[in-house]
């Protein structure tokens, strides 16, 4: 079973910027889509950001784009979420999560099929 650590989440203000590091156990990372998702206060966990594999392919939602960037170094077994001009709005507990498909040739935005999760690490933009 792999584990996920998340790091490098904080408080900053809002413009700032963060860049969120997920360590990944295990000697098959390298072949698995990782995925960012979050959770805010009193809402459901939504998908942030989403990398294949090797990294040909990225996905980010809509509010985050041209602000957040994935990115993944499969010889550190590591994926990033480097997250700037941050908002209020973005404050929130950030997990990773890897996808259950082996070398899967697409990212999805869908969480139940990621099945290795971290902790979390709380990342709080202040207005």
């Known amino acids: 079973q792999v584990q996920l650590v998340e790091s490098g989440g904080g408080l900053v203000q809002a413009g700032g910027s963060l860049r969120l590091s997920c360590a990944a156990s295990?000697?098959?990372?390298?072949?698995?889509?990782m995925g960012w998702f979050r959770q805010a206060p009193g809402k459901e966990r939504e998908f942030v950001a989403a990398i294949t594999w090797s990294g040909s392919s990225t996905y980010m939602r809509d509010s985050v784009k041209g602000r957040f960037t994935i990115s993944r170094d499969n010889a550190k077994n590591t994926v990033y979420l480097q997250m700037n001009s941050l908002k209020p709005e973005d404050t929130a507990v950030y997990y990773c999560?890897?996808?259950?498909?082996?070398?899967?040739?697409?990212?999805?935005?869908?969480?139940?099929?990621?099945?290795?999760w971290g902790q979390g690490t709380q990342v709080t933009v202040s207005s």
């Open positions: 999560a890897r996808h259950r498909g082996w070398q899967i040739v697409h990212v999805t935005t869908n969480q139940e099929e990621y099945n290795s």
């Open positions: 295990g000697r098959t990372f390298s072949s698995y889509a």
